[in-house]
């Protein structure tokens, strides 16, 4: 029995992917136990992605979250990644074992790279992302922070198709060519980072929309992103009230000129996670 929700939300399909267009980030959620509370409140009210990672260490109350909110776990798509350094075969393996022991799932619905590393053949990382996916171990499979050279060399070593990009993406940086390559290669995006951690907050274009719209900044930061199509943001909060906000998105649209002026907010110093010597040049 699926449990009675405030809100449906849509789906992106990439593949054989059914992407649901707006999921809940867990990285920085506070202690442990709002991190669990979180998760649980989110679902409660009708997130049905969850994003995580082995890296975060939040896997573990991600998954008791989840037991806590008694929705079915076949109704959530929860995503985990692999970590830079553990992308050799054999420490690949080991860390997906791990992180569905910490999650206390069977399987998780996308598993991501988390970042590429210059140091580890990438054929050699695809194919623990491949062989993770047919053991049964992920039902879909992606990369984080790749470029676009990077996504392209990940396709042609990996033996079975990705679904899904993450990448960081907001109104202050310039996300067009990344999410088009994506798009061109049946691929949704998902944007991490979508309010900017709290950076967006006092931008005068997005304020003075969100005042004419009678909408949140919030609400309208992640509406440009999911209008433009195959873009899924994940966003991060602590507060319910600021959860239900966040899911409220569906319901509205923004105007062709306000989308437009949206997009003129990118800045050249407008991305946040940029680690020296892991990131790639970014397109
Ligand atoms: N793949 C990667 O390398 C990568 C990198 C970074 C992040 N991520 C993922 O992306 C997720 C989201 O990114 P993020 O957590 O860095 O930043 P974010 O979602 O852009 O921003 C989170 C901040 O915004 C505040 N906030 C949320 N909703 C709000 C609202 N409606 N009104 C006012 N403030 C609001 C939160 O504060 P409160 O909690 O106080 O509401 C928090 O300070 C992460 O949690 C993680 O899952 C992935």
Redesign the pocket.
Known sequence: MSVATAVSIPTLPAGDAKIPAIG???????GSKVRGEGVATALKLGYRHI???WK?GSERDVGEGIRASGVPRGEIFLCT?VSHEYLRAADFARSVDESLENLGVDYVDLL?V??PNKEIPLEETMAALAKAKRDGLTRHIGV??FNIALLDEAIAHCPEPLVNL???G?PYIDTTRIVEACRQRGLVFTA???????RL?DDPVLGAIAKAKGR????IALRWLIQRGNIAP??????PG??A??LDVFSFTLSDDEMARIGTLKRADGR??NPPGRAPTWD
Request: charged residues 15%.
């Open positions: 809940l980030g867990t990285s920085n959620l506070g994003d995580t990672a975060y990644k991501l988390h970042w984080a922070n993450q990448g960081e907001h991490y980072c979508p309010l900017g951690r709290g907050f949140t900044l919030a609400q994940i966003p991060r909060s602590s507060h600021r959860l906000e966040n946040i996670a």
